[in-house]
């Protein structure tokens, strides 16, 4: 069927809902994170900053308006009560999943739309290739319960699945998708077991939703990143692309509206994580879900999304996210390649090694943010070895320094005036340091000190010895007493006569 043809019968197999035209952000533009370094100079690149109605919002010169809307909040969060768990939720498990991982080339979702740089770097792929993998995708070995018991030892607390990615795929048995399980998996629902799973393991729902949707407008869109050069979904380039017709908004509108409810109404998720819009406004999504958390990658959200470690550094979050009073979360591939499943060699089979996971997840915490940590599974269903000497590890670690990154309510001075991340309780402290850090060589600083009640290392009680001088606290562990390949924790209990208001998390 035609697009034309099939946007007169969309139109008319649609439940009735209310047409409110979205703008469907980043459709042309790369959506990977950019470098805060000039790549030709290697000199930092420095923001503007513009203050409106009393919050601070930077812009980075290099970026398009929809990597920098990643680190901005427009408009109010959810004020509603059912809400209000996100910011002590620490960490997330995102999955990419679904043709993308399918696709042997690549695990990239954006290989499809064209770039002189990836052609020349052979990494692109015509869409209509990647669409394909569609017939062969059939995860027979999927066994969303054993993700998520292993996600709820490691210490995960909510998880997000991609229900539909920019592909159009759609991983739910929708009467609406044009491309997804109905079509070629007889109806299999993908969606239904990791919902399951997350209930039966305490961990909150969460869904990826695309407001983009390549197939949905393949007929008509421009697969270049390019405007000068027209590239259609077989990578062919072409002189010309058919005109949308004036129907096509409406469509596309109540396409992914149709969508959008149906999964509400099937699975009652708790997260709407959108990415290139929501699929319908934040304002109609609360009202088919009260008490929903959403973030700001559509019309209306709740927190913002740094993406990737380096866009969750300090000076980008303290100022302006955390002073503007918003909530936030860094997501962020742990593995290499891709967010979804790349099968060369050395890609997705790899993982981060779990003191580094630990030490950013420490990292976000100590602002007051979580951590959506992402791993692709592989298209059979399975997680990759990996992944499971990782939660094995954070388990172990969880078992004895889980409350320096849940139950907290502050973060300590660092980077200002510490050399490792801290996480408060109020006047205890939690000051975690990798496997090189915390010892004689390189041992834990603080400046502008209180002088301790006690200085102990976490995760087996031994007191520490350290040094307090000239309002300075020196604390290193003994060689035989440091975990190795895990973060070690030391909580400082500084005492009730110090005054931890200053450290107290103002935008929860």
């Known amino acids: 069927m035609s697009t034309p043809t099939l946007l007169l019968a969309t139109l008319s197999c649609l439940a009735p809902i209310a047409a409110q035209s979205q703008v469907v952000p980043g459709q042309s533009e790369d959506g990977s994170a950019a470098s805060y370094t000039d790549s030709k100079t290697g000199e930092s690149i420095t923001p503007t900053i513009e203050v409106r109605d009393g919050k601070h919002y930077y812009t980075w010169p290099h970026w398009h308006e929809w990597k920098n809307f990643k680190m901005q909040m427009r408009g109010e969060r959810t004020d509603h009560p059912d809400a209000q768990w996100w910011p002590q939720a620490g960490l997330g498990l995102f999955m990419h999943w679904g043709i993308v991982s399918e696709f042997e080339p690549t695990g990239e979702a954006w290989a499809g739309r064209w770039s002189q740089a990836k052609v020349d770097s052979g990494r692109f792929h015509p869409q209509s290739d990647i669409w394909a993998a569609a017939e062969t995708f059939n995860p027979t070995k999927y066994d969303a319960d054993k993700w998520m018991a292993a996600a709820e030892e490691a210490g995960f607390t909510y998880a997000v699945l991609t229900t539909k990615h920019h592909d159009g795929y759609a991983l739910w048995d929708s009467d609406h998708a044009l491309l997804g399980v109905r079509q070629h998996l ?302 070690d924790v030391v909580v400082v209990d500084f005492g009730p006569e110090l005054d931890s208001s200053p450290y107290r998390f103002k935008h929860w």
Not at 253 to 281: C, K, S
Not at 333 to 351: C, F, N, V
Not at 453 to 478: H, N, R, W
Request: hydrophobic share 35%; glycine share 8%; proline share 7%.
């Open 186 to 487: 007889d109806g299999k629902d993908l969606v239904q077991p990791f919902v399951d799973a997350c209930r039966n393991h305490n961990i909150r729902v969460g869904f990826y939703y695309s407001g983009m949707d390549w197939y949905f407008e393949r007929d008509y869109m421009n697969f270049s990143h390019s405007p000068k050069v027209l590239i259609d979904y077989h990578g062919k380039q072409v002189k010309s692309l058919p005109q949308r017709p004036p129907s096509f908004r409406q469509a596309y509108d109540e396409y992914n509206q149709a969508q959008v409810r149906e999964l509400i109404d099937m699975f009652d998720p708790d997260i709407w994580w959108g990415d290139g819009g929501h699929g319908a406004t934040a304002e109609q999504i609360r009202e088919w879900r009260p008490g929903i958390v959403c973030n700001n990658r559509g019309e209306g959200g709740d927190h913002a999304t740094a993406e990737g470690f380096h866009m969750a550094e300090p000076q980008y979050v303290k100022k302006p996210v955390v002073a503007n009073g918003w909530w936030w979360e860094v997501n962020s591939i742990i593995t290499r390649g891709s967010w979804h499943y790349d099968a060369r060699p050395g890609q997705t089979e790899y993982i981060m090694p779990s003191d580094r996971l630990l030490m950013e997840l420490a990292e976000a915490r100590s602002m007051g943010g979580n951590l959506l940590a992402n791993i692709g599974p592989r298209p059979d269903g399975q997680f990759p070895d990996e992944a499971y000497r990782l939660f094995d590890d954070m388990a172990q670690w969880m078992k004895t320094n889980r409350d320096s990154v849940f139950g907290i309510n502050g973060g300590g001075p660092w980077p200002e005036k510490c050399n490792v991340p801290i996480t408060c309780r109020d006047a205890v402290w939690y000051f975690h340091a990798t496997k090189d850090q915390a010892t004689a060589e390189d041992p834990i600083v603080l400046q502008d000190a209180a002088e301790p009640v006690s200085v102990k290392l976490m995760c087996t009680g031994e007191e520490l010895d350290y040094t307090f001088a000239d309002q300075t606290l020196t604390i290193a562990i003994p060689e035989g007493s440091k975990a190795g390949h895990v973060t």
